[in-house]
C-alpha cells in the first residue's frame, strides 16, 4: 500500500462560533458530496438535540481529500461541560483552527479547549470568523487573542501563528479581510504550510492509542484512535495495555477509516491515521495496542473529575408508567451501563436503595443532555436537585469554582453583580463596552445553580454568560437557596380555569387548565418565600341563580412552561423532576401535606440532637 500523506486538524472554539458550518464548507467545497446530492446545514451535528440547540455534544470525524493529502478534520464541542470529549480529541490532531468571533473575542470556553492545545505542543491557525458583521472588530480581536496566548504561556512558536479571516457560513475564507476569493483554499493552503504530513513510521512495529469510544448495535464497543505507528490490519493479534499495567493478547475484528462523512471498513490503516476498530470489547480510553513483539505503552489519557451529581430514581408518582416504556431500576440501570460505554466524563454508583443512582457529570448541561435522551427513548425517571461534588484536602473542605462572563445592558448590570455578590461571587473585571457592560467574576458552582433563569429575567433576555472550571477552592459557606415557595397541589385530577384564576394571584403558575395534576405536584411558583397548598381541581357551584357583574370572562396570565433545565434549576433539596416521554413535571419527594409535616419533624428533631452533642 503506499504511503498517503495524512494531516489531522480540530476545529476548536466557543459555542456558536462557527465550527460545524466551516466543517460544512470543507466537506462541500472538496467535493465529498454527490452533484445530486441533498445536504443539511452542520451535517456533522446530527444528533437530534445537537440540531435543535444548536451546539455539538459529541465530537465526530470526517475527511477530506486536498491535492495529495488527506485531511481528517474534528469537529470538537465547544461547552466546557464536554471538556472530556475535547481533551482526548486533542491528542490525535497534527494542529488546530481556533476559531474565534470577530465581534465577541475570544470566550471562557475558547480559553479552556486552547489552552489543552498548547499543552499538548500544538501550534494553532488563527481564523478570525464572521467578519461581514456590522459590529465586527476584528484588530482588536487579534490583540486579545495574543493576550491570550500569551496569559496561557504559549512558547515563541505558538505565537508565531497564521490568521484568517472568514465568513464560514459562505464558505469563503481569505488571508486579508478584503480579497477577492469566494472559497476557502487559504484555509487548506494554509493548513499543507503550517503543518507537515505525519512521517513515514510505516515500517515500525505497530502501536495506537484510544482516545474515544462508540457502540454499535451489530458489532459492540468499539475503540477510536491514532495509529502513531506501523500499519494497523484487520484481523491482526496485539497486545492490550491498560491502565492497570495489564497487558492481555486480543484479537482486531475490522479496520475502519473516515471517507468523507463515511466510515468505510479497510484491509489495513497506516499511521497518522484515525481508526475505528472493532472486536476487543474491554477496550477503554487511554488503552495502548502494541505489536506482540515490541510493547510500548503510551502514557495515559487522564480525564478531568465530574464536579455534579444528582440521583436518578424510579418515577414513583401517581403517573408513573402511563407514557414511559422503561420504567423499572433494571432498565434505567441498563441504560446507565450503556452510557457508561461512551461517556466517559459520566460516573454511576449505586446507592443504598436498589431504585436510585447516582450519577456524576462536568455540568449540569452534561448531565441534562443524558435525561433528555432518556426522555426521548421512552424511559421514565425522577430525578434529585444537582450537588456539588466538594473535595477534601488535608482534612479541609474545597469546592468547584467557576469563572463567569457576563455581558450585560449598563442598566441592568448593578443588579447582576448584586446577585452575583450574594452567591459568593468575586469580581475579578469590569469593562464598558458602549451601551454594554462586560463583567468578569469568579462565583461557586453552588451559587450558578438555578441562577440562569434568574439572570435571563434580570437582564430582560438581553444578557448572555458564560461560565467554565476554573479551579477548586476553599468552601464558601452558605449560600441562599430559592427565595420562592413553591403552589402544591392538595388534590388528584384536572386543574380547572377557575381554580387557577383564583390561585394565579398568589403567584406565577406552570401549569394550564385541563392539564392533569396529582396531589404533591408543584403546579407553581409562589409570590412569597414559603410553600402554599391550593386546590387547582376547585369549579364554580351550577347553580340556577344568577349574581350579576360575577360571571365576567375568566383571564388567566399564561403558565410558565418549564424546559429540562430550568426545571432542575428550580428545585430544592425537598423537591424532584419527573420527566417521562411526554411531560416534565416537578412534585415534592413526599406527596402529602402529612408526610412532609412528619418529615419536617424528623429533620428539626436530629438538627436538636446535633446541637446538644
Known sequence: MAYQKIINIAVIAHVDAGKSTLVDAFLNQSHVFRDNEETVDCVMDSNDLERERGITIYSKNCSVTYKDYKIN?????????FSSEVERIIKTVD?????????????????????????????PILLINKIDKKDERADQVIDEVY?????????????????????????????QPNDENEDIIPLFETILKHCEAYPDFTEEPVQMQVSALAYDDYIGRLGIGRVYEGTLKEGSTVILCNEDGRQER?????????????????????????????????ISIGDTLCDPESIRPLPMIRIEEPTLSMNFMVNTSPFAGQSGKYVTSRNIRERLEKELEVNVGLKVEETDTTDCFKVSGRGELHLSVLLENMRREGYEVAVSKPEVIMHKVDGALYEPVEEVVCSVPNEYAGTVISKLNLRKGIMVDIQDEGSYTRILYTVPTRGLLGYRSEFIND??????????????????????????????????????????????????????????????????MSARNMDMDVNPLKNKKMTAVRSTGNDEAMKLVPPKIMSLEEALEFINDDELVELTPTDIRIRKKYLTALERRQHMRELNKAAAELEEE
Open 73 to 81: 478534520v474534528v469537529d470538537t464541542p465547544g461547552h466546557a461541560d
Open 95 to 123: 494542529t488546530v483552527i481556533l476559531l474565534v468571533d470577530s465581534s465577541e473575542g475570544p470566550m471562557p470556553q475558547t480559553r479552556f479547549v486552547l489552552q489543552k492545545s498548547l499543552e499538548c505542543g500544538l501550534r
Open 147 to 175: 493576550d491570550l496566548f500569551l496569559d496561557l504561556n504559549a512558547t515563541d512558536e505558538q505565537l508565531d501563528f497564521p490568521i484568517l479571516y472568514g465568513i464560514a457560513r459562505q464558505g469563503i475564507v481569505r488571508y
Open 250 to 282: 486480543r484479537k482486531i475484528n475490522q479496520v475502519f477509516v473516515y471517507k468523507g462523512l463515511s466510515r468505510i471498513a479497510v484491509p489495513e490503516a497506516q499511521c497518522g491515521e484515525i481508526v475505528m476498530i472493532s472486536g476487543v470489547a474491554d
Open 459 to 524: 437582564t430582560r433576555g438581553e444578557g448572555t454568560m458564560v461560565r467554565r472550571l476554573a479551579g477548586y477552592e476553599a468552601y464558601k459557606g452558605d449560600i441562599p437557596q430559592r427565595a420562592n415557595g413553591a403552589l402544591i397541589s392538595t388534590e388528584t385530577g384536572k386543574a380547572m380555569t377557575y381554580a387557577l384564576w383564583n390561585i394565579q394571584e398568589r403567584g406565577q403558575l406552570f401549569v394550564s387548565p385541563q392539564t392533569e395534576v396529582y396531589e404533591g405536584m408543584i403546579i407553581g
